[in-house]
């Protein structure tokens, strides 16, 4: 039973950068691809960057050039560098596999200021 916890959100102000992080307790990142998503007051849950198994990146359009994702498997530890914040990127932040097959964990909020 793999659990999925997130960290690392706040309040930041438009231009402000955060650095989340997903820790898993299995070594789920080096057999699955995985992703960030995230789920803003009355929209659906998006999935805002993934990476593979073997390490290659996809972002949606609205975050690429602003977010990255990375991972240590060694460490079992997913990660979201967010800079150049904008307002339109509060939401809960989650981490799930491509499909997400593991229970959802509580998220991490992110709240971005003008």
């Known amino acids: 039973h793999v659990q999925l916890v997130e960290s690392g959100g706040g309040l930041v102000q438009a231009g402000g950068s955060l650095r989340l992080s997903c820790a898993a307790s299995g070594s789920i990142f080096s057999i699955n691809t995985m992703g960030w998503y995230r789920q803003a007051p009355g929209k659906q849950r998006e999935l805002v960057a993934r990476i593979t198994s073997g390490g290659s990146t996809n972002y949606a359009d609205s975050v690429k050039g602003r977010f990255t994702i990375s991972k240590d498997n060694a460490k079992n530890t997913l990660y979201l560098q967010m800079n150049s914040l904008q307002p339109e990127d509060t939401a809960v932040y989650y981490c799930?596999?491509?499909?997400?097959?593991?229970?959802w964990g509580q998220g991490t909020q992110v709240t971005v200021t003008t």
């Open positions: 799930n596999a491509l499909p997400a097959c593991y229970g």
